[in-house]
C-alpha cells in the first residue's frame, strides 16, 4: 500500500528540542512548499545583523532599507526570497494572504506601491530538503509543527518566537522554551 504524502506546506516548523548543535537549533521555520519532490521553508526568527539596504542595492522605500534581512536558512545564502501580504493577496502562494517571492522586480513592484498595509519580509538563503528528507526528520519527531498565522509570520519580536509559541503548546513544551540553551547549566 502507498504511503500519500501529506504537505506541510503554510505550517510551522519548531525545534522540538533534538536540534542542539545543528543549524536549526531553536528556529521556527515556515514551509513554504512542501511535495514528493521536497521542501522549501524560511526561518522566521534569525535575523542577520545586516539591513535590507546593506544587503541590496536597489531602488527601494527606505521603510524598506531600514527592514533587518534574516538568514532563512543555510542553503544558498546569497539568494533573496520575501514573504509578503496585504488585505487581499489574490495570487497568494504558500498560504491565504501569504506569498513567497524571488524577484527582484517583483520586490521593486512591491516597493513601488509599499502601504502600511503591506506587510514584508526578507531572506538571504533558505532551508531546503530533498525528496523525503523532511518527511524522514517528521517521522524521528526532530521537528514539532504548529499552524501558521500572520500574526507569528510577521511577529514583532522574532528573536522571542520560538519561546513564544512553545509556551502556547503545553506544559511539556513550556519547560522546553524555559530551558537553557546549554543544558549543562541547568
Partial sequence: MAQTHKSLQGQLLLDGGKLHGSFFHRTVV?????????????????????????????????????????????????????????????????????????????????????????????????????AGQLDQEMARHDWLTHPATLDLIFFPDPARLWKSILCQKGDQCRLLAESPDDLSWN
Avoid at 512548499?33 to 522605500?61: C, D, K, Q, Y
Avoid at 536558512?73 to 487581499?88: A, E, M
Wanted: negative net charge; hydrophobic residues 40%; glycine residues 10%.
Fill in 30 to 130: 515556515l514551509i513554504c512548499r512542501h511535495n514528493v519532490e521536497g521542501a522549501f521553508g524560511l526561518i522566521l526568527n534569525r535575523a542577520s545583523e545586516r539591513t535590507v539596504g546593506e544587503a541590496l542595492v536597489a531602488n527601494l522605500p527606505d521603510e524598506i532599507k531600514e527592514q533587518s534581512l534574516f538568514v532563512g536558512g543555510p542553503v544558498q545564502t546569497d539568494s533573496l526570497s520575501y514573504l509578503h501580504t496585504d488585505t487581499f493577496v489574490l495570487d497568494a502562494n504558500v498560504m491565504p494572504n501569504l506569498s513567497v517571492g524571488h524577484s527582484l522586480d517583483t520586490l521593486m513592484d512591491l516597493g513601488e506601491s509599499f502601504a502600511n498595509t503591506k506587510k514584508l519580509k526578507l531572506f538571504g538563503g533558505y532551508a531546503g530538503w530533498t
